[in-house]
């Protein structure tokens, strides 16, 4: 467990997963929220490339690029049609370009637990593709939402086709388009949407036959509440989405929706949550750091869908927390853009202090304090940190203030 061993090498560009995995150095940003599609979305998001990578971001995940039903890019029709609400083929590849140029990596959103259907098959449903590339008949369409194929191996995502992927056609067309993806349009890392919607088996044959250089799934499960409370040991709940990573082969990374329940509740002065029995973080970053994707909000979470939003107000908190801890720090667009200059500043410096100090997703923590109203750490060899309003510095005239906030500071030798 942690990272992949290199006989799984299979050639060069796998070498180059493994790199990136190993490096640990990622710093994701997730660059829309669920409003970006009104905005004429790949040209204004281009003006920013320059500021996205001089923060010291690595990887830029986009929304959907292709075809939808829906206008924020989550009901998949046309895949091989990159004309989108978003914008056209062609500001796409000239964003792609624009961030290729600043050495920022693009993430495609690859939503492929279901499709919306052009033609009404058995049963009066849209479950057919006829007229547009891949073609699909029922088939393709798992027989718990009205197709033909057989049944899903994930949970369903209701109102629309899910797509059957123990079909070998299936999973032979979805790997020419992933690779078409990655080689053609110039996506080099997948975001794999709703992973919960089909077994992870399929993500490895994905990942193995695309190769991106870096993965992330979206398995979101419920965290364990007793009535509204959440419980102190979540457990189960990362252990959930470890199974899930394992699944892959270790091949892709996963959110760490633990880590975010958890750090959201916490900062509502019961800080004591942020240290497990083991003494360890309690979220996927205490099990298997070098796999999992720390963030505040998304656009599910967040944005103006709000689904699970983190305290507005304890935002900057949730930052020090994620950016100077092991795991893959990802930022949130509103938080990065929308808000005030001083967020996005203090973001900034927050990427700094991590990058200068050398933390990774692996490196070592030990935790000093987790009480109702403060928490400490010291990660790696040369950062500590503290959130709260509890007052705290670290012992030892070798610390020296790096950057600080409100109710959070840190500190490097």
Not at 38 to 45: D, R, V
Not at 129 to 154: K, Q, Y
Not at 212 to 239: A, M
Not at 374 to 402: F, H, N, Q, V
């Amino acid at each position: 467990m942690g990272f992949l061993s290199s006989e799984r090498d299979q050639n060069q560009t796998n070498q180059r997963n493994d790199l990136v995995l190993r490096d640990g150095k990622e710093i994701l940003f997730q660059a829309f929220n669920w409003e970006s599609h009104k905005y004429n979305w790949w040209t204004n998001l281009e003006s920013k490339v320059p500021d996205i990578a001089k923060a010291g971001i690595t990887s830029a995940w986009l929304p959907p690029p292709t075809n939808s039903f829906s206008p924020e890019g989550y009901a998949p029709q046309n895949l091989y049609s990159l004309n989108s609400k978003y914008g056209s083929e062609h500001q796409l590849k000239a964003l792609l370009q624009k961030f290729k140029q600043h050495k920022v990596r693009t993430m495609a959103d690859i939503v492929i637990n279901h499709r919306v259907g052009t033609t009404q098959g058995s049963g009066g449903m849209y479950n057919r593709f006829d007229g547009i590339p891949l073609p699909w008949d029922e088939r393709a369409v798992t027989s718990s939402t009205g197709g033909l194929g057989n049944r899903n191996t994930g949970a369903i995502f209701h109102g629309f086709p899910n797509i059957d992927h123990t079909q070998d056609f299936v999973r032979k067309d979805i790997i020419g388009w992933l690779r078409w993806l990655r080689h053609n349009v110039g996506f080099q890392d997948f975001r794999f949407d709703f992973a919960k919607g089909y077994s992870p088996k399929y993500v490895k044959e994905y990942i193995e036959g695309a190769k991106p250089l870096f993965s992330v799934g979206e398995y979101w499960d419920t965290c364990n509440y007793k009535g509204s409370i959440l419980d102190y040991n979540q457990d189960s709940h990362r252990q959930r989405i470890l199974n899930w990573i394992d699944g892959t082969g270790m091949l892709s990374t996963a959110f760490d929706f633990t880590t975010k329940g958890i750090l959201q509740e916490a900062v509502k002065r019961e800080y004591w949550r942020l240290r497990d029995p083991q003494g360890k973080p309690p979220g996927v970053i205490g099990w298997w750091p070098s796999r999992s994707v720390t963030f505040i909000d998304n656009h599910d979470t967040g944005s103006t869908q709000a689904h699970w939003p983190f305290p507005s107000e304890h935002v900057m908190e949730g930052y020090a927390y994620i950016l100077t801890h092991p795991g893959t720090p990802s930022i949130f667009y509103d938080h990065f853009y929308d808000w005030n200059n001083s967020v996005h500043e203090q973001i900034v410096k927050l990427i700094d202090t991590r990058k200068r100090q050398g933390i990774h997703s692996r490196s070592p923590i030990r935790i000093l304090e987790a009480k109702h109203n403060l928490y400490s750490a010291i990660i790696g060899e040369k950062l500590c940190m503290k959130i709260g309003d509890g007052s705290w510095c670290p012992s030892g005239r070798e610390w020296t203030l790096s950057t600080s906030g409100h109710n959070y500071a840190v500190w490097h030798k």
